[in-house]
Nanobody, 112 residues
Framework: VQLQASGGGSVQAGGSLKLSCAASGGIFRTMGWYRQAPGKQRELVAR???????NIADSVNGRFTIFRDYAKNMVYLQMSDLKPEDTAVYYC?????????WGQGTLVTVSR
């Protein structure tokens, strides 16, 4: 299984970014995104499960949207109205055959 994330970068507060993740090598039940800010624990941002069900963290609800292309094994995170506290390494994740897999992480930096 491989997960390849892309789309991170630097943006000013109020700006937007879109993260993409391509998964291969498995049949994925849930795909999503976590993030880890400096000095903090990794936290769930959003995930998309079977049948189009999604979970969004309260801290980003209304600003971030998760999209999943089930046919292509792709998951996207559209981030809008970014805030400095959104600065973190964002990790793509997917589970297949009851095992969790993680991508390499992509850095998002939001400046004031």
């Amino acid at each position: 299984v491989q997960l390849q994330a892309s789309g991170g970068g630097s943006v000013q507060a109020g700006g937007s970014l879109k993260l993409s993740c391509a998964a291969s090598g498995g049949i994925f039940r849930t795909m999503g995104w976590y993030r880890q800010a400096p000095g903090k624990q990794r936290e769930l941002v959003a995930r998309a499960g079977p049948g189009g069900r999604t979970n969004i963290a309260d801290s980003v609800n209304g600003r971030f949207t998760i999209f999943r292309d089930y046919a292509k094994n792709m998951v996207y995170l559209q981030m809008s109205d970014l805030k400095p506290e959104d600065t973190a390494v964002y990790y793509c994740t997917a589970d297949a055959a009851l095992q969790d897999y993680w991508g390499q992480g992509t850095l998002v930096t939001v400046s004031r």
